[in-house]
């Protein structure tokens, strides 16, 4: 499980790239705990789209977990939770 909170853009995603590159090489699913992200920016909504491709492309699952409203929001206006591997657990 990942956990991304506070506020998190461009600026911080020498921090977050990491951690989601190590999440590629798992062989489960992928879970995002989002319940302590106050702010994000598209740069965290490319990052989880990438992600999510490259875990379908093997057979695996995104899944968003407990977004606060703003960022549930900015998921659906991107429409980060149409894509086919990832589920929104609000």
Same mark, same amino acid.
């Given at each position: &499980? +990942?956990?991304?909170? !506070? @506020?998190? @853009?461009? $600026?911080? $995603? !020498?921090? =977050? =790239?990491? *951690? +989601? /590159? *190590? *999440?590629i090489t798992t062989a489960r699913d992928v879970v995002v705990d989002l319940r302590e +992200? =106050?702010? *994000?920016? /598209? /740069?965290? &909504?490319?990052d989880l789209a990438v992600l999510a491709q490259r875990l379908r492309a093997d057979g695996r699952r995104l899944r968003l977990r407990g977004p606060q409203p703003q960022i549930q929001r900015l998921i659906e206006i991107v429409r980060l939770d149409r894509q086919p591997a990832v589920t929104l657990d609000a």
């Open positions: &499980m +990942l956990h991304i909170w !506070g @506020d998190e @853009d461009r $600026s911080t $995603s !020498g921090q =977050r =790239r990491p *951690a +989601l /590159s *190590a *999440a +992200l =106050r702010f *994000a920016d /598209s /740069s965290v &909504m490319i």
